[in-house]
């Protein structure tokens, strides 16, 4: 796997930029990727140390539209927490 491929973006909610204080930052990851892959990417784009990486699976919502029933995609995500004094940059914008 490609390291563009295993970071697809962030979670940008509220919960998740309460943390960015205390350098632990939210992303949707891929499927496929586990926290080895996910860390090591995270340390190679963004070149910070990484203190640990936590996973979440979770599956897709089963939607309606009148009769027609469908389906949210599954997705993954990660919360990283970053070593003391690191911090991500590239959110702090927002």
Known sequence: MHLTEVIKK????????????????????DRRANKVQ????????????????????YDGKEKRMG???GKTNNYKK????????????ILSDL
């Open 10 to 29: 962030p979670v940008l909610t509220e919960k998740s930029f309460l943390g960015h204080a205390n350098g632990v930052y939210t992303f949707l990851v």
């Open 78 to 89: 990660a919360i990283i927490t970053l070593k003391d004094g690191e911090t991500l940059d």
């Open 38 to 57: 996910i860390k090591k990417t995270f340390e190679e784009i963004f070149e910070v140390k990484v203190e640990s990486v936590r996973t979440m699976n």
């Open 67 to 69: 009769r027609f029933v």
